[in-house]
């Protein structure tokens, strides 16, 4: 693997002065021969430094993949730290099987998956109903996976929301709770508690207060709680009925699980049917993905452009910015999905890693960021790789002349960054506007751009239940091809357990309990907060 690395790096060395517009110059065809294209979705990377001799070396650096990603399809414990298969595949197959262990998974998935099409059926029905008639609101609380999933795609399919109006509570912040309950009724609002473990303390302290909440008014409040989980104990020690626990198993990674039980909540809200079109969106992704020839696979393709900008250039973070509002709530879909994934620095077998695994995703909808945060992605000293999301017609025809404005921004944005403006044209444009001497020279130093900063355009029809399960599904699979190049596991997530065990230590201190032992900072920290909160 060194020296496939070695060679990338030689390359990039070769060819860092190079303009990524010249490349357009030496080849014609560029645009499309640096694009992808499947079932309706396009990624275009030709505005990148990628050419053809870096695009053969990064292939080179993806030899593995075919063999790590039917291990995954396969059942395969690929999950060593944690020993178990990684399946989500499998939430969204249409049929086995599916083996664990020579076990085929898929009846279970498809009975779970037709308990949960029966029940939304019934609730939006209000053939199920609270103890003050149909629900009219259904509160999830989940935090993580088990809550970004289904509110990045309650955003993203508003559209086709026609069942009870959806909520969510994350935050063990009270105020969380407090926002999103008041104005709710509780005889006619459900609560969907999403939690993998069904300990996690964020959430099963608002499980406990939205009871409560609910207790006030409603005589059997357990009957308006259901539960996901793959812990039923305890789900039944908390009193939910088990008609309506939803169960998967560990196979499924939190990050990983809005397609089966953790969706239930996207499925009260969209009917199954939409649900069913989500899956098959990720499904295709998953054909496409298994068949595909690595050059023209979009996850492949997607995770090496990341790997060349990262990896290869040493860029250290990346932006997703979609052109589509109702992907608000992506970039934090994504910042899960890919930093709590590939956010390691061991290799699976413990060794340190070469290079960082993952760089810092963040990210905006289009236009909005472009009036925040565009100017240090345009004149800022780093280098920032920008991935737009283009979705070329919008939901709503008769506001067609917004779209064609969003678009054109999206196109705008790319083409500034990859072109820039050089000092003579900002000369010109001062004089121009009657500037001379100083004073134009001074002026024209602020608006010059230095563009050749790369993007890649990922372009899709409309966003539907099914170009989201594409969507959603692409990036899974980006990101297991960018960590089988990095040689981890993007299945585990030990980094996010010491601050947990350390809160559960640190609780007792805003009770009163002694501060000897604890580290300087935190003493004074807790000392200030006990005097402002009056202790
Ligand atoms: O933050 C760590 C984590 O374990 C995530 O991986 C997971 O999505 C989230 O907490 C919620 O966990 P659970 O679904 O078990 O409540």
């Not at 020579?102 to 099409?117: A, F």
Request: glycine share 10%; hydrophobic share 40%; proline share 5%.
């Amino acid at each position: 693997m060194t020296d496939r690395w070695n060679a990338l790096d030689a390359h990039r060395a070769r060819t860092a002065g190079r303009r990524i517009a010249d490349l357009f110059d030496e080849d014609a065809d560029r645009a499309r021969d640096f694009s992808v294209t499947a079932d309706g979705l396009t990624l275009d990377y030709s505005k990148t430094a990628i050419d053809a001799e870096a695009r053969r070396l990064l292939l080179d650096l993806a030899a593995e993949v075919p063999a790590r990603r039917d291990a995954m399809f396969e059942g395969q414990r690929i999950n060593r730290t944690e020993d178990r298969a990684v399946l989500h595949t499998a939430l969204r197959a249409a049929a086995g099987p599916v083996l664990v262990d020579g076990r085929d998974v898929m009846p279970d998935v498809l009975e779970t998956l037709d308990r949960m099409r029966r029940f939304a059926e019934q609730v939006r029905s209000g053939r199920i109903r609270g103890q003050g008639g149909p629900y009219t609101d259904v509160v999830n609380i989940g935090i993580g996976g088990s809550d970004l999933g289904p509110v990045m795609a309650a955003h993203a399919l508003a559209p086709w929301m026609d069942g009870p109006r959806l909520h969510f509570i994350s935050n063990v912040d009270g105020a969380d709770a407090a926002d999103t309950l008041k104005g709710l009724d509780p005889e006619t609002t459900l609560v969907v508690v999403a939690s993998k473990t069904f300990t996690t303390i964020e959430t099963m302290t608002n499980a406990e207060t939205v009871r409560r909440w609910m207790g006030a008014r409603v005589r059997h409040p357990a009957d308006q709680f259901a539960a996901v989980s793959t812990a039923m104990g305890r789900t039944a020690q908390f009193g939910i009925d088990a008609d309506r626990v939803f169960g998967f198993a560990d196979w499924v990674g939190g990050r990983y699980s809005v397609w089966g039980p953790i969706g239930l909540s996207l499925m009260l809200g969209i009917g199954p049917a939409r649900f069913d079109e989500f899956l098959a969106g990720g499904r295709a992704m998953d054909d496409h993905f298994r068949t595909a020839p690595p050059d023209a696979s979009l996850p492949v393709m997607l995770a090496l452009v990341g790997i060349w900008h990262h990896q290869v250039c040493g860029y250290p973070t990346r932006a997703v910015l979609p052109y589509a509002n109702r992907l608000i709530r992506l970039p934090a879909y994504l910042q899960q999905l890919e930093m709590e994934s590939n956010g390691k620095c061991v290799t699976m077998d413990g060794a340190p890693v070469e290079r960082p695994a993952g760089p810092v995703v963040w990210g905006e909808p289009g236009t909005n960021g472009q009036h925040a945060f565009y100017q240090l992605i345009h004149q800022g000293a780093q280098v920032v790789p920008c991935e737009f999301i283009a979705i070329a017609r919008g939901e709503e025809p008769e506001l067609d002349h917004h779209q064609r404005l969003l678009i054109a921004n999206c196109l705008a944005q790319s083409k500034a960054l990859m072109l820039g403006r050089s000092l003579d044209e900002a000369r010109a444009l001062m004089a121009g506007r009657g500037l001379a001497g100083d004073d134009l020279e001074r002026q024209a130093r602020h608006r010059v751009f230095p563009g050749n900063r790369p993007s890649t355009t990922l372009v899709a029809g409309r966003l539907t239940p099914f170009t989201l399960g594409q969507i959603v599904a692409l990036y899974e699979h980006r990101v297991f091809v960018e960590g089988v190049i990095m040689g981890i596991n993007s299945f585990d997530q030990w980094g996010v357990e010491l601050g947990k065990e350390l809160a559960l230590q640190l609780g007792p201190l805003l009770e009163g309990a002694d501060l000897d032992g604890q580290d300087g900072s935190t003493v004074a920290l807790v000392e200030t907060i006990r005097a402002l909160r009056g202790q």
